[in-house]
């Protein structure tokens, strides 16, 4: 029998969990805005081109500006968003906070 959720609110179905999505989650609009604007200001703050972030974090310019756009075709890992952080003296919670 497959992992089941138990039904939600106005659902006849509660869907099964066994299997994880092999797509990942898009980031929520408002949260891709957050870390734009964060993302952004934590980098000017260390007077960073985008340039030179992308040599100290390792994650490619173009992910950057895409990032800093709110590129919505765009879903950074926890991976890229830690190695940012790091690169920028913070948290990833820091750059996803409101």
């Known amino acids: 029998?497959?992992?089941r959720l138990p039904p939600g609110p106005g659902s006849d179905d509660p869907g099964d969990i066994s299997k994880p999505s092999s797509a990942p989650a898009a980031l929520d609009p408002s949260?891709?805005?957050v870390?734009?604007?964060n993302l952004r200001?934590?980098?000017r703050a260390k007077g960073l081109s985008q340039d030179d972030l992308a040599r100290?974090?390792?994650v490619?310019?173009?992910d950057i500006s895409d990032i800093e756009r709110g590129d919505p075709g765009v879903n950074p890992t926890l991976d890229r968003l830690e190695k940012l952080a790091?690169?920028?003296d913070t948290v990833?919670?820091?750059l996803l906070s409101d």
């Open 1 to 3: 029998m497959p992992n």
């Open 31 to 33: 949260a891709r805005a």
């Open 35 to 37: 870390l734009a604007r």
């Open 41 to 43: 200001a934590a980098r």
């Open 56 to 58: 100290v974090s390792g």
């Open 60 to 62: 490619s310019q173009p």
């Open 86 to 88: 790091a690169a920028l």
């Open 92 to 94: 990833p919670g820091a």
